[in-house]
């Protein structure tokens, strides 16, 4: 790694774990993030949750775990360009979804509603909840016991009501201040991501056609461009080389945009970085291509008739299961039993969240199917 920035998060300005440990040796804390985050339950079962297409729809489109893990790389890749901590902008990348519900979005709406007269449920705390409190991995302290940087990057959204709930982490939602730079970078790097990899599986599902990506500027640009330069290019070749283009643009950009704010701010300190303006972002035009991007993907994609059935599908195996819970909290397995005598709802809503795709379709035939048990 190169020399970091003066405005960089590193061990020596970090704020610390919550319960005190001996430094770990041979690797750095964020490293020992990274690596408890990799071995964590949690993050196995990102495997087989839902990215846009539900996993026994096929092979080859990308699941909560391979988007976790693209993620980093872009993170790390604009890390480094930037001369910020690398190790940090991977442990954030690879925990910022451990905390999911089963079938995506759908999936957090659904038990966000049913959650509405308990708190409601927001995936971003409950990866915080799940890191914090959930796993249940070492014997001086439940979670992961990781340091403050990596929770802050976790934690992207708050009220400012649960905010007042988490103490210093959620001091920043109270006073609309930053989080460190780290935490903004994987921040975008999560847009970048989704955005040009669901392109992809978009295209891969049927549901989208190449044709149709000439309405939106930045693949139009970039598809002309593979085109000069391989006349007799096509297929998924294609569209492997336009929104590998695509990322590579959007990454150049960012990095470019960045450092002029970062020279017009001149943050000193990590400290400067926080309570300074956003300095992560895209210049103003590709910004505007973005948005045109996400408006053709929450149009032609996450809108298709085919995945809203599965959509409305997840909703009601999410909104049953939960129902049956509530109803019976005897169904749930023992530990959440347990949980549940202190809180019923939400140890039920975190059985659900970390239930996989499979298992939830699963469970929820076990309660309500004819002959299953």
């Not at 990057?153 to 989080?179: N, Y």
């Not at 999560?190 to 149709?212: F, K, M, P, T």
């Not at 929104?243 to 959007?250: L, P, S, V, Y």
């Amino acid at each position: 790694m190169s020399e970091l920035a003066s405005y960089a998060a590193t061990e020596t300005n970090s704020l610390g774990r919550r319960i005190a440990e001996d430094a770990p040796s041979e690797r750095s804390q964020f490293q020992r993030d990274r690596d408890r985050i990799v071995h964590s339950t949690a993050f196995r079962r990102l495997e087989y949750k839902t990215q846009v297409f539900v996993n026994h729809e096929g092979d080859l489109f990308r699941t909560r775990l391979t988007h976790s893990i693209e993620v980093a790389q872009i993170a790390r890749s604009i890390a480094r360009a930037l001369q910020v901590n690398e190790d940090l902008a991977e442990a954030v990348s690879l925990a910022h979804d451990l905390g999911h519900t089963p079938f995506g979005h759908a999936g957090q709406d659904a038990l966000n509603e049913c959650m509405r007269e308990y708190g409601g449920f927001e995936h971003n705390l409950q990866s915080l909840r799940t890191v914090d409190l959930l796993e249940e991995r070492y014997g001086a302290f439940d979670g992961l016991n990781l340091c403050f940087e990596t929770r802050e990057g976790i934690l992207k959204h708050c009220s400012p009501a649960k905010a007042q709930e988490l103490g210093e982490l959620g001091r920043r939602f109270i006073e609309r201040t930053q989080p460190g730079i780290e935490a903004q970078v994987c921040n975008l790097a999560d847009e970048i991501a989704y955005n040009n990899h669901d392109v992809d599986d978009g295209l891969r599902s049927g549901l989208i056609q190449l044709e149709q990506l000439d309405a939106v500027p930045v693949f139009a640009r970039f598809r002309r461009e593979v085109e000069a330069l391989f006349p007799q290019i096509s297929g998924r070749r294609l569209i492997h080389e336009t929104t590998r283009r695509m990322i590579n643009a959007q990454v150049i950009d960012l990095v470019t945009e960045t450092r002029r704010r970062i020279a017009d701010a001149a943050p000193r300190s990590i400290a400067d970085v926080r309570a300074g303006p956003v300095l992560v972002a895209y210049s103003d035009a590709m910004r505007a291509e973005q948005l045109a991007l996400k408006r053709f993907l929450r149009d032609e994609l996450y809108r298709h008739y085919q995945v809203l059935r599965m959509t409305a599908k997840a909703r009601r195996i999410i909104s049953e299961l939960f129902a049956a819970f509530l109803g019976d909290p005897r169904l749930l397995p023992p530990q959440y039993q347990v949980m549940a005598q202190d809180d019923t709802p939400r140890a039920i809503a975190d059985y659900i969240a970390g239930m996989t795709d499979r298992y939830a379709m699963r469970e929820h035939r076990r309660l309500f199917a004819v002959g299953e048990i």
